[in-house]
């Protein structure tokens, strides 16, 4: 099989030698042959190798390739595996996720008392020392959401300030409460919500901008732990295939960290940094001075929140959620501050992104957005929506019309279709997780994780967008099986239309000339086999830069 593949592909092939600058020691550095490669460009999307000078991909097509090699390439065969463009990840909270690979995995406790047995070893391990976790799904535990009393009493003298896993929700022990002076007396804070007991106690649980209560007293990480866990975390992105992540976050953690340390350039992956919206004259000043960085840490964007999640109830709905009519979400910015705030951003010239969740939470940033770019006049401005998880179908089309990006993350469907139509009913289903009504109707549509809210793999997400079948096994057809998508255009969100979403779409994300030699191999071609085994399909190499990364 492999050797008709490859026939195949010479067949309908196609060679480029770029032109180098003369000399005469010019030679290319790496030469893959013998491989199956989706190039992601639409003219040519198919060839058998490829030839890399520096970290620029110089020559594609068998006869190119051939005819450019000297004694001093490097020549790997691909024995016919799948090669394409690295994978980018379009949504990640870097540092978060990377300092949490070494807190307990709370995610795939199955009940309440593995739950607590896990926290409970956590402190007994590392009495004192606060416990964080990687993220817990109350959905997967019988629903019930948890509270401080369940973890009290293996927690005596261990804080906890564990969150939810979609980030906008925390669980905190009575310790946690008392170190961060959150008691009965504790008002709500703009934007964010205390849960409390039927006698005005807090449970434990903080939603939205009520977390920052606690995240004051929590110990930041010493700057050499940061380092550590960015290494370790930048390993397992190239062990799936990943290249480069975009990182939009609240506040500048991750931003100093990359700054602060070499890590991104000598472990090879590439980052495109956002901070706070509110924060958009400090990074308009960066930007002054010292440029948007370079090829491996790059800035110039800005994050804001217009809503919550839909798993904390706190996502922006017009209408009342379906099993709590108190409530219809809440707004993380009020509209006029975040509409000033998108607006002086645009006006300095920086790239603004807007986390939205819930249909109204969409409306307003597209009515902001639209409203922004009619004031400050045209330019390449390329606003984004992070999430636009539920849209209303009629406006689906603004995305397009507007030059709004829908910056999406596959996984979220597949989990979330579980449990997401007790939140909202039927109807409001409509337009939810609309990937595939999105891209028909023209929107750039990019696909990522939101690591560590999700798995950091990106052929799970290819999988997610290509089957919709839920984690549970309830839905083998697809969730809304209408927004499926095939798996040539999960590939193009996943790499050219994720470089276009970072203003690099003329150097990164396709096999072609003069672009970025990030490349990721495979041990199958994922275009085609049986769309359930898209997820059994290993990384076999990873190279950014021309570089081999990862090596199975």
Known sequence: MMKMKRRH????????????????????????VGGDFWTGAPHAPRTDAVGVMGDRIVAIGGDAVRSAITKKTRVIDLDGA???PAFIDNHTHFLKAALSLTQPDL????NRAEFVARIGETA???PGRWITGQGWDEQRMGGELPSRRWI???TPETPVAAPRTDLHLYLLNSLALRLAGIDRDTPDPDGGVIDRDENGEPTGILRDNAKSLVDRVIPKPTPQHEESALRAAIELCHANGVAQVHVPEIDWRCHDALRRTPVARDKGLRFYSMVPLQDWRKMADIVAENGKGDLWVRWGAVKGLADGSLGSRTALFHDPYTDDPSTSGVRILPFDELTAAVADADKAGLHVAVHAIGDRANDDVLDIFKSVAEENGQRDRRF??????HVRPAAIPRFAEQGVIASVQPYHAIDDGR???NRIGEDRLHGTYAFGDLIRSGAHVTFGSDWPVAPMNPLLGVQAAVTRETIDGANPEGWLPDEKVSVEQALHAYTSENAYAGFQETMSGRIAPNFLADLTVLDRDITNIT???IVKTKVLKTLVGGEERFDA
Not at 107 to 110: I, P
Not at 384 to 389: G, K, L, M, V
């Open 9 to 32: 592909f010479l067949g309908v092939g196609f060679s480029v030698l770029l032109a180098r600058p003369a000399a005469a020691d010019a030679h290319l550095d790496l030469a893959l």
């Open 152 to 154: 009290d009493r293996v």
């Open 384 to 389: 984004r929506i992070e999430h636009a998880q």
């Open 419 to 421: 449990w997401a139509v």
């Open 124 to 126: 007994r391990a590392n």
């Open 107 to 110: 995610l795939n406790v199955k």
């Open 531 to 533: 769309k359930a085994d």
């Open 82 to 84: 799948f090669a394409m």
